[in-house]
């Protein structure tokens, strides 16, 4: 044990409570991430020593790492097209683009998401409608029909926020009576499943983001995919094409752009071969980590499971969820109560976050702050937010980190 990890425990076991003596604590960083690989390494510096760094900077029958990129994603995940891109918001705001939103047309997505999604939303012109979200977490469906009726609304933006999948093939069932296009926010299911089926080939659009927090990591990053070339060709022509649209890795025939091109603004938000470098090695291991994922999520979920006062959310059976973070509800819990916790965390080295302060803090806000957006009151919602913390789980923790990591918030909310 270090000299460093000694001092911390002495503070806290002089200053709190004698329970809290046998508590040590957390040795891990919520914000570190695992090593860019070896591989990708090499390959992002040959692409610095060869110069071309922007994606259409190719030398005749050359590839660019961009366009190789959206080859491999797109058989990744069994669609026909992919469009790497600067961001996931910026995906997001393609997509809208991509299926000519009108200037405040309502788009529903979940009130439960993370501020980019909204962001993106209001970006590409629109407004932001928000339905309530259950203790699941996923998107209330009977709120989803009421508010289909009630505005009209041709889109859902479906955010599989922390990577939550709602029962998809009722969501198609609504989605298809009522004629709404569906764009899947998939930032936390890149690698997931509902019943075997990819998330990202629901929709007639999918955004991932391979931003450092995500599945993938070149630091900021987007990728669009879809099944639709008339779609698919305006995303590419919208994200700053240089009308060099046809070196995208999937680009559909000539016809899609022909009278497009003349038509889409250029949003210049294209993603480098630096990043699209890094990116491709990593595709090799997503499975796997998604699975490192997982296992880390089981020993976390079961040393909560041990505390009454702390509610998992449940997770169906067909729902193949990739747990790149943790959720749980403390029923009950004033804010004043989840105050004091973080702070009796934070103090124990562990780094929780809490959707229910109307402050936003760091990654994590409340709808109430989006004041860009019309305002909107949701008492359902409210009420899982209000009691919903939540985690992050980097790689880089071991399992015999998360077991501790379990032991130590049990006992810390078991103390509240
Ligand atoms: C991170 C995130 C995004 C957007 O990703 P960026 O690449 O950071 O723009 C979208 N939706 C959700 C739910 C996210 O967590």
Known sequence: MSNQHDERTAAVASTSSTDVQSVQPFD????????????????????????????YNTLAD?????????????????VPHCLACASGGYAMQLALRAVELKPEEPVLTNAFTLSPVPGAIRAAGGQPVLVDSTRQLVIDLDALLEQIKKTGARILMLSHMRGHIVDMDQLQQIT?????????????????????????????????????????????????????PEIFASAVLHSGSYMLYSRNGTAPAEQYFENAKYQVPNCSGRMDNLRAA??????????????????????????????????LPQRPEKEGFVASSLQFLIPGISAQGATRLLTEL???????????????????????????????????TDAVLAELFDLRLPLTFS?????????IIAATVTRQ
């Not at 997931?192 to 993938?216: L, M, P, R």
């Not at 103090?347 to 806000?365: D, H």
Request: charged share 25%; glycine share 8%.
């Open 278 to 311: 890094i990116l491709r090695p990593q595709l090799l291991s997503l499975d796997a980590n998604c699975q490192r994922w997982n296992d880390r999520y089981s020993v976390l979920a079961k040393e909560l499971g041990k505390s009454t006062s702390i509610e």
């Open 62 to 78: 050359e590839e660019s790492e961009a366009s190789l990129l959206e080859q491999e994603f797109a058989d990744y995940l069994g």
């Open 346 to 380: 934070a103090e124990l080295n562990v780094e929780l976050k809490w959707f229910g302060n109307r402050e936003p803090v760091g990654f994590t806000s409340h709808y109430s702050s989006w004041g860009y957006m019309e305002s909107a009151e949701l008492p359902a």
């Open 28 to 55: 891990g960083v919520f914000t570190q991430q695992e090593a860019i690989p070896e591989e990708a390494i090499e390959s992002a510096i040959r692409v610095m020593r060869s110069g071309r760094l922007h994606r």
């Open 176 to 228: 298809n009576a009522h004629q709404v296009l569906l764009i899947e926010d998939c930032a936390h299911t890149m690698g997931a499943h509902w019943n075997g089926k990819k998330c990202g080939t629901f929709g007639q659009i999918a955004c991932f983001s391979t931003q450092t927090y995500k599945h993938i990591n070149s630091g900021e990053g987007g990728l669009l995919t879809s099944r639709s």
């Open 399 to 407: 399992l015999e980190d998360c077991r501790q990591l379990g032991t």
